[in-house]
């Protein structure tokens, strides 16, 4: 298996995740009112924990390792707080975010889990936040690709096509893009070869350089995770290429289940 956690977590329903979660807000609560509001995240993390398992909570984990690997590719995510098998995403933040959400579902995908709740002890009074997935690991591997507008420019493309292609068979789509990104960065050579500093110049006027990663001579690759206004993104990857001395862009592009491989050329 590409994933690998070293304790069993159940998938459990949104029922049977509440009727835990009620439990533990009431310390997550009573953890703040103790503590304060400006501890760091890793301080209520043990409070917590040490709270729920005084509360006979059997299974009560943090920082519990799970290992995504591919190939000799591997990545290491910890999961701030597991509970009798649910999942807490622990936050001090004036605000949950978009990227917050993001995270915990990252996790809970690589799980196969349909819960999980975000805790933010940032606040005046605890935020929690409760994400609920229908996604399966199955339904995550029926990854459509659309390569229409591809173009090999080199055997390099041929081999970052297949490198993505065989990542999300192995992991399926939804995952965080950056997972993606460091993996294929690791097949195409590794960073030192693949990242460089590109220069850009409008016209003959030097704008400095940019990190970009590029997989041939002449020819980068971008990873995004756009389900919306791809014209306007397509445009904008233009405007960013004609800057640069690159013959080309190889875009791909994760459409929830579709992945898109795009050739922008000069």
Known sequence: ???????????????????????????AFACQNELGRFCDEGVYETDLAARLVADDFRGVHTQ????????????????DLLADGALYELKTVSALTGEH??????YMLLLGLRCGK???????????????????PELRRRVMVDASRWQEISPACRRLRSVMEALLADWGA?????????????FLGG????????????GSLALGTQRMHLHAHGVGFVLTAYT?????????????LALTPLTALQWLNL????????????
């Open 191 to 202: 960073a030192s070869q693949v990242i460089q500093r590109v220069p850009l110049a409008r």
């Open 1 to 27: 298996m590409p994933i690998h956690c070293r304790i069993t977590i159940p998938a459990l329903t949104t029922d049977e995740f509440k009727i835990r979660d009620y439990r533990i807000m009431g310390h």
């Open 255 to 266: 459409d929830h289940a579709t992945i898109r491989f795009t050739t922008l050329r000069e």
């Open 101 to 106: 959400q993001a995270q915990l579902l990252n």
């Open 118 to 136: 975000l805790l933010n002890f940032g606040p005046d009074r605890v935020e929690g936040q409760l994400i609920v997935t229908s996604l399966t």
């Open 64 to 79: 519990e390792p799970v290992v995504v690997t591919h190939g000799d590719f591997s990545k290491t995510y910890f999961l």
């Open 174 to 186: 939804f995952l965080e893009v950056p997972l993606y990104q460091e993996a294929l960065t690791h």
């Open 228 to 240: 919306a206004e791809l014209p306007a993104h397509e445009s904008n990857l233009r405007k960013l």
